[in-house]
T-cell receptor, first 113, second 114 residues
Framework: KQEVTQIPAALSVPEGENLVLNCSFT??????LQWFRQDPGKGLTSLLL?????REQTSGRLNASLDKSSGRSTLYIAASQPGDSATYLC????????????FGTGTSLTVIP | ETGVTQSPTHLIKTRGQQVTLRCSSQ?????VSWYQQALGQGPQFIFQ???????GRGNFPPRFSGLQFPNYSSELNVNALELDDSALYLC?????????????FGPGTRLTVL
């Protein structure tokens, strides 16, 4: 069974700062990793999907990297804004079943104006 | 393109009752997965439906059951509700043709069991 850990659990930064969120997983036999954003009490919004053959993926101010061999992914947010305040979750598929995804508990980000 | 929709938004039930939650998948997606998210936790996989059959199940008891319809929409049924069933229930759709590659989530149904 895949175990997913996200560090830190919570992060508070001033507006404009660059920041890095971390995700680690125990089984490196994954074919992708997905990062999500969740606003309080809401559903999940897909941010970035990285295939196992890719090392990184970019969308606007967001950049996600994947190092399968070390079981790690990072989400880099550039020039943070108050609107970035949310919980960020990473998810990886079960290496055997494939269609079952495991999530971390998330990093709660607060960007202070 | 229509996104994933879920109904109802909120639901309050008492212990022992039964509940049905509904999900419509994103246009073009034939696979629906259900997740339970307790407060402060990440979502946990309940099960997935593909071609109207269960296609994988997480560590949830049989009182959690589901259906998928020919139009790919889905229902999650929970019998004999317990207090610990209080959670946000999320539905995600994906395409089996792409190897369930990317999942798209609905807004969720908040279930409160009293």
């Amino acid at each position: 069974k895949q175990e997913v850990t996200q560090i830190p659990a919570a992060l508070s930064v001033p507006e404009g700062e660059n920041l890095v969120l971390n995700c680690s997983f125990t089984d490196s036999a994954i074919y992708n990793l997905q990062w999500f954003r969740q606003d309080p009490g809401k559903g999940l919004t897909s941010l970035l999907l990285i295939q196992s053959s890719q090392r990184e993926q970019t969308s606007g101010r967001l950049n996600a990297s994947l190092d399968k061999s070390s079981g790690r992914s990072t989400l880099y947010i550039a020039a943070s804004q108050p609107g970035d305040s949310a919980t960020y979750l990473c998810a990886v598929p079960d290496p055997l079943v494939g269609n079952q995804f495991y999530f971390g508990t998330g990093t709660s980000l607060t960007v202070i104006p | 393109e229509t996104g994933v929709t879920q109904s109802p938004t909120h639901l309050i039930k008492t212990r022992g009752q039964q509940v049905t939650l509904r999900c419509s998948s994103q246009s073009g997606h034939n696979t629906v997965s259900w997740y339970q998210q307790a407060l402060g936790q990440g979502p946990q996989f309940i099960f997935q439906y593909y071609r109207e059959e269960e296609n994988g199940r997480g560590n949830f008891p049989p009182r959690f059951s589901g259906l998928q319809f020919p139009n790919y929409s889905s229902e999650l049924n929970v019998n004999a509700l317990e207090l610990d069933d209080s959670a946000l229930y999320l539905c995600a759709s994906s395409s089996a043709a792409s190897g369930y590659n990317e999942q798209f989530f609905g807004p969720g149904t908040r279930l409160t069991v009293l």
